[in-house]
């Protein structure tokens, strides 16, 4: 079973970066889809950005050109590197992989902005 351990959450100012990490606790050789979601107090969880195995991005338009996603293959780690960053960008970050058979989710870890 692989497991996902998201870092690098925090508080910062309005205007300011955060850079997320999710690391796989090993490589996954069959295709497959990371996504980066986040849940705001009182909100739905919602999709910010994803990416799969070729390489392909998505990202959300609330944070399009301010979020980037990528992936580090050597150490099975994601990123989303965060810029600009708004107070309505606060809430509960979690990355979840996907494959067409199963699923994991990482604890999550919380980014607060303030304005």
């Known amino acids: 079973q692989v497991q996902l351990e998201e870092s690098g959450g925090g508080l910062v100012q309005a205007g300011g970066s955060l850079r997320l990490s999710c690391a796989a606790s090993?490589?996954?050789?069959?295709?497959?889809?990371i996504g980066w979601y986040r849940q705001a107090p009182g909100k739905e969880r919602e999709l910010v950005a994803s990416?799969?195995?070729?390489?392909?991005?998505n990202v959300a338009d609330s944070v399009k050109g301010r979020f980037a996603i990528s992936r580090d293959g050597a150490k099975n780690t994601v990123y989303l590197q965060m810029n600009s960053l708004k107070p309505e960008d606060t809430g509960v970050y979690s990355c979840?992989?996907?494959?067409?058979?199963?699923?994991?989710w990482g604890q999550g870890t919380q980014v607060t902005v303030s304005s």
């Open positions: 090993r490589r996954i050789f069959i295709r497959n889809t």
């Open positions: 990416i799969i195995t070729g390489g392909t991005t």
């Open positions: 979840n992989l996907m494959t067409t058979t199963w699923s994991v």
